[in-house]
């Protein structure tokens, strides 16, 4: 049945406003009740947990490959955008890199740049966690992970800023993609020159490893690892950032459930879970239809453009018993934050790791704190996040 077309314009004069990215879950409410298959000009939402599994689990139908979804690349992002089977080989090639094991082995440098960024703030009994915290941790992690030199850190920022938040949303749709385009190409010129780098000398690290690494018996191109680098900037310096800023402006408001994890830190592995179920950092993911077909009953066109709602799906009570409640005991907790199927996120082992350990250090340093009073706070649109998240706390002394 055909939504009412009343409920169809709020919906999307409703997704374009403010309160979208500040209280996003009423809206998801109303879309999965009225609207559980959007249907606007060449293109379709998705709600419903139900039917957002279904779409993950048929690429073959929902195809993933869609050129440069406005990001500024030339090429298809390497794996995010190959359909299967290429997508297999490349999986195969990079998800021993993300595995836990190896992922595991990075806790004890996370745990020591995790208390050394508090160092420098926990004694004035505040900071600004978005840039003092939720920032460099990710960043740096990233950085060290592809043996890049961390003086190189304010120049991964603006490409990431370039890409994701050209002119931090104030500009026009032309200016916002030339700006895109134009730190596409110093992202592409800056890996070029560190894999040529490489190539003359040889390190311990992500980078040499491609250049030596075959795919089905065969060398990965100069272009293919270019394509793979654009995407591990894009996802590995915003992500864990933006969900490191959901969750903790989410503790900051509702001291019960922070000290339900300074009283029992045993519970931050699932209470990380949870917040990524009701935040949803990463709110949809798009793919494009491979030829027709329908959802219940809509039909969608080869061509058209699937928006999948992560956190439409990630807030629907037939997946979550008593969805609309945060528990930090939740489980079982098949939240889809970090998506499904093949193109299940890559990186998802290591945002775990670098979440579990930033909550566990943090609250075990400052357990109590809070918002600066009289602070409203504002979320971005797209990628949901809060780039200015002023935390106070008692110094010690004061």
Not at 4 to 11: C, F, G, K
Not at 292 to 320: H, K, L, Q, W, Y
Request: aromatic content about 8%.
């Amino acid at each position: 049945m055909e939504p009412d077309p009343q409920i169809v314009q709020e919906l999307v004069l409703e997704r374009l406003g403010p309160e979208f990215s500040r209280d996003p879950q009423p809206y998801y409410a109303k879309l999965r009740e009225h609207a559980p298959v959007l249907r606007l000009e060449g293109s379709v939402t998705l709600s419903r947990h139900e039917d957002i599994m279904h779409a993950f689990r048929h690429p073959e139908v929902f195809s993933s490959k869609m050129g440069a979804i406005g990001l500024g690349n030339v090429r298809p992002l390497i794996p995010l955008q190959i359909d299967p089977p290429d997508h297999k080989k490349y999986r195969k090639l990079l998800d021993p890199l993300f595995a836990p094991r190896e992922v595991a082995r990075l806790e004890a440098d996370v745990a020591a740049l995790t208390n050394d960024l508090i160092d420098r703030f926990v004694g004035r009994g505040g900071c600004e966690f978005n840039g003092e915290f939720a920032v460099p941790l990710p960043c740096t992690v990233f950085l060290r992970l592809l043996g890049l030199p961390l003086d190189d850190l304010d120049l991964f920022l603006r490409f990431k800023d370039g890409i994701i938040r050209p002119g931090h949303g104030t500009l026009d749709m032309d200016e916002a993609n030339r700006i895109r385009s134009e730190t596409a190409q110093e992202m592409y010129a800056y890996f070029e020159q560190v894999l040529d780098e490489r190539e003359r000398e040889p390190r311990d690290d992500i980078l040499s490893g491609f250049l030596d690494a075959e795919v089905d018996g065969d060398r990965l191109s100069r272009e293919e690892i270019l394509d793979i680098c654009f995407l591990f900037l894009i996802a590995g310096l915003d992500t864990v950032t933006d969900t490191l800023d959901c969750n903790f402006a989410y503790l900051a408001q509702h001291p019960d459930h922070r000290r339900e994890l300074v009283a029992d830190p045993a519970l931050i592995p699932s209470a990380i879970e949870e917040l990524l179920r009701w935040e949803t950092p990463v709110p949809g993911v798009a793919r494009v239809a491979a030829f027709d077909t329908e959802i219940r009953g809509c039909p969608i066109a080869e061509g058209d453009m699937v928006s999948i709602a992560i956190g439409a799906a990630n807030t629907d009570d037939a997946a979550f018993p008593n969805a609309q409640v945060v528990d930090f005991r939740r489980d079982p907790n098949p939240h889809l934050a970090f998506g499904g199927g093949v193109h299940r996120c890559l990186g998802s082992h290591l945002a775990r790791l670098e979440l579990r350990v930033a909550t566990r250090e943090w609250h075990r340093r400052i357990p109590e704190y809070r918002l600066e009073e009289g602070v409203e706070l504002e979320y971005t649109a797209a990628l949901r996040s809060v780039e200015h998240l002023p935390l106070v706390w008692d110094a010690p002394g004061s």
